[in-house]
């Protein structure tokens, strides 16, 4: 696994688990990321990052037929 250093303004008050968070929905949202993937890099369980995306924004639902497909098997 690779290490990022950030420098953030002191403006934008998260910490590490939010940015996490933003992180990993933004990169589920694009199609980089399955949802389980994105729940492992904000160190969450599915259903709890689950819950957490609409606090941040983010949308469960993806774009991809493939990750639709995959979700209904998972169910």
């Known amino acids: 696994m690779k290490t990022i250093n950030l420098t953030i303004p ?3 008050n998260y910490d590490e688990t939010e940015w ?5 929905g933004e990169l589920y949202e694009r199609g980089k990321l399955s949802l389980g993937q994105a729940a492992d890099l904000a ?3 599915k259903r709890a990052f689950i819950e ?11 774009d991809s037929l ?5 979700d209904i098997k998972n169910a």
Do not use: Q, R, T
Not at 20 to 24: G, Q, T
Not at 66 to 70: A, H, M, P, T, V
């Open 10 to 12: 002191e403006y934008l």
């Open 20 to 24: 996490k968070i933003i992180l990993a």
């Open 52 to 62: 957490l995306m609409g606090k941040y924004g983010f949308s469960v639902f993806s």
């Open 43 to 45: 160190g969450f369980s």
């Open 66 to 70: 493939e990750d639709l497909k995959s």
